[in-house]
């Protein structure tokens, strides 16, 4: 009855937990009721989904009408992402519309060209001409005021778009993107902001010099701000930062061109308040909608109210949910008659001596070696120890060489664990049955234990995936914590799914394998099982997260990049650490934990790969549903 009060304590705990998640994203994103937020699927000409989100304040109808901010998101990312700036512009009096951008999470794969490289600029447009074509019927929105926005990649989209279309966009705001369209173009007919943060890791991998400051002195920007497409661009004053530069368009009228540098990095300008603030600022400026009693220059941009930091922490409550839930039914799952017949007989320890040479040699090399294999500043994507693998991804973005990069680990902790069964483990009572491969009490291979351990996982994963699913439901969101990001995931992601759970399978058995080294058996009582849940995850994802506090430090503290990631685009994987330790964590944890309940790989095994395999594959960028 203790134990049974003990879980139902802990679920109580995690309805709360759950609850109060919902309260904040759903409060919070609605300014309290007063904005009304629609989920729509638009289509394209070619017949693709573009999956949309619309922040519509109450108070803004036909006879009140209000400015509309379409905001992009950055490459790999998800419409969540930019939810910061939606939630402050739409408490602030603006109509919203953020969106995934084609291939991207919600959105198709593209299969036409209807949102391609059309237009003057050059530049795909993802989504924006689908986008444009319904909301400038809405009756509510004031055309004269219509502000397009992206982050990144998305800046360049939108950039894109506003070059293409200067008649209708009145402001067009660069957030960490450096690119301004071709030298060739000569009329930018609307309000232009370029915001570049101090310590931006994409900008500064390819300034001129040790800083940022080269990129608002590139000629695009140049002219632009200066309205002079005919002085020799190295005859051009450089530009100040902060400065409003009046300029008259083609067109007769006048437009203002600023630039700003907050102090952020280039992945976290939407969880950044340096970064949020100056956003703000510059739109609601320019607008003249929103900006707060006090703010009277940029020099007052610090006093700026922001909200959107409680949406973002009912994120982080509503995730800590789904991991609760998880562990609960993992728990509960054991005691019931069906699932109890997975635990195995207790497995002989026949790991190092503990606190040996063997022993410490053996937890540093695992702590060191995957770090050490991720910081080489020579990740592969497109060839694997020299084979050619592009054929194989199926995703965008970084998941190419998170894949290589735990395949090569995967090989050298085969390898570690090869060389420590021939030279301690095989006698010492190292074998099939105590390295956990066994499938039954006896010598026989039974098929219904693997069946039934994938039954397991399915079970546990499931549990957090409706908990996402409801939340998904009434929030009309997923969720993210910095760089990492979860949702449901589209059917025609399914193959796709299939594919990257085999994909992951040598990282998690390899480590697995690896660490019956250190022989940290369960012996059945709680306490050992979360000490040793503890242990393998530090292990882990210790030295990761180092490296990670370390990029993140030498980036926003001195701003500069760590070298081994300074070549080509590899500081993308820098920041990229944080959401793989958090994936990898977790799975890794649901891992140690039912191995040890079972003493077996197999339900541990099939319950990791179903977690790591969601969170990879239902918001990264999409290439190809199928081979």
């Known amino acids: ?54 922040y519509k304040p109450k108070n803004v109808t036909a006879e009140n009408k209000a400015p509309l901010a379409i905001i992009a998101h950055g490459g790999s990312d998800m419409l969540e992402q930019t939810s910061s700036y939606a939630i402050e512009l739409s408490r602030r009096g603006y109509v919203v519309v953020t969106y995934d951008y084609a291939a991207q999470a919600g959105s198709d794969v593209p299969t036409g060209d209807s949102e391609g490289n059309s237009g003057i600029s050059g530049y795909g447009k993802r989504g924006l001409n689908t986008i444009w074509n319904t909301v400038k019927f809405f009756n509510y929105v004031d055309t004269d005021r219509i502000v397009t926005m992206g982050h990144s990649g998305g800046g360049m989209h939108t950039v894109g778009f506003a070059i293409d279309n200067q008649e209708d966009i009145f402001l067009q705001v660069n957030i960490g993107m450096n690119m301004y369209g071709p030298n060739s173009i000569t009329e930018h007919n609307f309000n232009f902001v370029n915001i570049l943060g101090d310590s931006d890791e994409s900008a500064l991998a390819r300034a001129v010099g040790d800083t940022n400051w080269s990129h608002f002195q590139v000629e695009q920007l140049k002219r632009m701000f200066y309205n002079d497409y005919e002085t020799p661009a190295e005859e051009l004053p450089e530009l100040e930062l902060n400065k409003v530069y ?72 509503e995730f800590a949910s789904i991991v609760a839930i998880m562990a609960i039914v993992a728990v509960a799952l054991m005691k019931t008659k069906v699932f109890a017949s997975l635990e195995l007989q207790p497995l002989k320890n026949v790991g190092y001596k503990k606190y040996s040479w063997r022993w410490f040699l053996a937890l540093g090399l695992l702590v060191i070696l995957p770090p050490a294999l991720y910081a080489t ?81 399915l079970t546990v994963v499931g549990s957090g995936y409706l908990l996402m699913a409801f939340a998904s439901h009434y929030t009309q969101q997923g969720l993210h914590i910095a760089t990492f990001m979860l949702r449901t995931i589209d059917a025609n992601r399914t193959f796709i799914f299939l594919v990257y759970f085999l994909f992951l399978t040598p990282y998690f058995l390899s480590s697995t394998l690896a660490a019956r080294a250190l022989g940290l058996i369960g012996d059945g009582t709680a306490k050992t099982t979360a000490k040793n849940v503890a242990i393998f995850t530090a292990i882990a994802v210790g030295g990761l ?83």
């Open 1 to 54: 009855m203790r134990k049974l009060t003990r879980m139902s304590m802990a679920l109580i705990l995690v309805a709360l937990i759950f609850a109060t998640s919902l309260v904040l994203i759903i409060g919070t994103s609605t300014s309290w009721g007063k904005v009304e937020i629609t989920d729509l699927n638009l289509v394209t000409a070619d017949g693709d989904k573009i999956h949309t989100l619309l």
């Open 246 to 317: 009046t300029v008259t368009g083609t067109d007769g009228n006048t437009y203002r061109r600023t630039a700003y540098m907050p102090d952020s990095c280039h992945a976290y300008y939407l969880v950044d308040q340096d970064a949020v603030k100056t956003v703000i600022y510059a739109v609601t400026s320019h607008v003249g909608l929103g900006l707060d009693a006090g703010i009277n220059s940029y020099d007052d941009y610090k006093s700026i109210s922001t909200v959107w930091q409680w949406h973002d922490i009912g994120y982080f409550l």
């Open 377 to 457: 500043g020579k990740l592969p994507q497109e060839t694997f120890l020299g084979i050619p693998v592009k054929s194989l991804w199926l995703l965008e973005g970084n998941v190419s060489a998170w894949i290589c990069w735990q395949w090569l680990l995967s090989i050298v902790l085969f390898a570690f664990f090869i060389f420590y069964h021939f030279t301690y483990g095989k006698k010492n009572g190292g074998d099939f049955r105590n390295y956990g491969f066994a499938s039954s009490d006896t010598k026989k291979f039974c098929f219904g234990y693997i069946l039934k351990s994938l039954l397991y996982g």
């Open 545 to 627: 997260l180092v490296l990670w506090v370390v990029f993140v430090y030498v980036l926003n503290v001195h701003n500069v990049i760590l070298p081994m990631f300074k070549v080509n685009r590899l500081y993308i994987l820098g920041i990229g650490i944080l959401p793989m330790v958090i994936g990898i964590g977790v799975g890794n944890a649901l891992n140690v934990y039912v191995s040890q309940k079972t003493n077996s790989v197999w339900p541990g095994l099939f319950t990791a790969l179903l977690f790591g395999t969601w969170a990879m594959t239902a918001t990264t960028a999409v290439s190809s549903y199928f081979y």
